[in-house]
């Protein structure tokens, strides 16, 4: 699955800008993570067409760059502890998380969308046992 991360000015109307964008297209945000960070907002989303995404989120004035990458999606029971569990095993073999954000929640389980530093990618999925 790929993340898409928007970088625009902090300023207000930037998500709103973004969503309707992304409406107008008909891209269907799947998962979303947003923050301030000095004078810039950083966006992360998953959606339903990541290649319509980036190309008209790119074309937006106010966005200084759309940057789309790989994430891992893992799926957890649903119980306290285990996002702390999961992110145990990743720290203790030294992987480096660069997002990391709820993508759905069932009764039972978790999906969890896990970005780590680009080079730690495949050590990542070994341990988390993804194929």
Do not use: C, H, W
Request: glycine fraction near 6%; proline fraction near 3%; aromatic fraction near 4%.
């Amino acid at each position: 699955m790929k993340e898409i991360t928007i970088v625009t000015n902090n300023e207000v109307g930037s998500l709103a800008a973004i969503a309707e964008v992304l409406g107008g297209v008909g891209v269907n945000i799947e998962a979303i993570s947003a923050y301030g960070r000095d004078n810039e907002a950083i966006f992360r989303v998953i959606t339903n067409d990541y290649t319509t995404a980036v190309k008209s989120l790119s074309k937006l004035p106010t966005v200084k760059r759309v940057k789309e990458a790989d994430v891992l999606i893992v799926k957890l029971m649903n119980r306290p502890g285990e996002l702390g569990k999961m992110t145990r095993r990743l720290s203790n073999r030294g992987v480096n998380l660069e997002s990391l954000y709820i993508v759905s929640r069932k009764q039972d389980f978790t999906e969890v969308a896990v970005k780590p530093q680009e080079n730690q990618f495949p050590l990542a999925k070994e341990i988390l046992g993804i194929k």
